[in-house]
């Protein structure tokens, strides 16, 4: 198997396994963990897993904080642009051609949570919490993201999430349909490698057609071109705020930040 620096990569019985192992920055979502992310999706898929669980080192107190602030831009250029490293990953994710079980423990802040609901099965720890930060942090967050949770949650719940950023439970996140299974931290990886081993006993070619169908399927929002405009307008205006400028400068400066409108 292909030996990367911030992820560890194991095959077993079809079974893949991807490990997050960028504690130094608590496993936060920057160009090198993504690239090394693809690059183990990559190897994955041409060793033909029938299944990839993707996790933290055993007992973690932060599964990922998220998207690497320190390289979100410093304004005036969209966050979250299809091309940014974070969009790249999570599209590599619904595009594995296999399904993807995000097992959690920890707790998982941002675009990690959209990382998590972009697998196909999600199973945490009962003490796992998930928190969407954009607007703690001044960000607009992106239209594909925002789909990914109304899809998930439900337009109520999603809102919610987004406009309180706070961290909710894995009980809640249960309720909320966010995730498939919470189980005690002590069973999670028994639990979820049972599951892993289920999809294995069924046709491949089957999973990968369902997997597929399912990508086009939940992909389905029209939006017109003005719409799309619009939402474009709104982003610029946040992305070139002083706002946008004032959430990451505080989060650096470890002070609670002073956002007024504009
Ligand atoms: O001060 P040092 O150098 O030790 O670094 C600190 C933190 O700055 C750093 N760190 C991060 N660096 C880059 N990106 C991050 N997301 C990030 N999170 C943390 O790690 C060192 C230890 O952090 P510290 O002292 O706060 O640890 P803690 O155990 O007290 O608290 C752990 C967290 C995760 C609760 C706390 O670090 C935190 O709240 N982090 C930010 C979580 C967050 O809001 N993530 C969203 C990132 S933006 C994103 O995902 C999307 C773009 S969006 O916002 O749109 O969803």
Redesign the pocket.
């Known amino acids: 198997m292909l030996v990367l620096e911030l992820v560890e990569i194991k095959l077993e019985d079809n079974i893949g396994t991807i490990t997050l192992n960028h504690q130094g920055?608590?496993n936060?979502?920057?160009e090198a963990l993504v690239n090394d992310l693809i690059a183990a999706f990559d190897e994955l898929e041409s060793a033909q897993a029938q299944v990839v669980v993707l996790r933290a080192k055993p007992g973690v107190?932060?599964w990922s904080?998220?998207?690497?602030?320190?390289e979100?831009p410093d304004g005036r250029r969209d966050?979250?642009g299809y091309h940014d490293s974070?969009e790249k990953l999570l599209r590599r994710v619904q595009d594995f051609p296999a399904p993807v079980i995000a097992m959690i423990e920890g707790?998982v802040?941002?675009?990690?949570?959209?990382l998590c609901i972009s697998c196909d099965i999600v199973i945490c720890a009962d003490d796992t919490t998930f928190?969407?930060?954009?607007a703690?942090?001044g960000?607009p967050?992106n239209a594909s993201?925002l789909v990914h949770f109304i899809n998930v949650v439900g337009p109520q719940k999603a809102k919610e999430m987004f406009f309180t950023a706070r961290p909710i439970l894995s009980r809640e996140a249960l309720n909320s349909r966010m995730v498939n299974h919470v189980v005690k931290r002590e069973e999670l990886e028994a639990f979820t490698y049972r599951i892993a081993g289920t999809v294995t006993e069924n046709a491949p070619l089957a999973v990968r057609a369902l997997k597929r169908q399912f990508r086009h399927l939940l992909g389905g929002q029209m939006l017109s071109s003005e719409t799309f405009e619009d939402i474009q307008g709104m982003r610029r205006e946040v992305y070139d705020s002083r706002d946008y400028r004032e959430g990451i400068q505080a989060?650096?400066e470890?002070r609670k930040p002073d956002f007024k409108g504009r």
């Open positions: 920055k608590l936060s979502i920057g107190k932060v904080a998220g998207h690497d602030i320190s979100l966050p979250l974070l707790t802040w941002g675009g990690a949570c959209d928190a969407i930060t954009p703690k942090l960000l967050y993201g989060f650096r470890k």
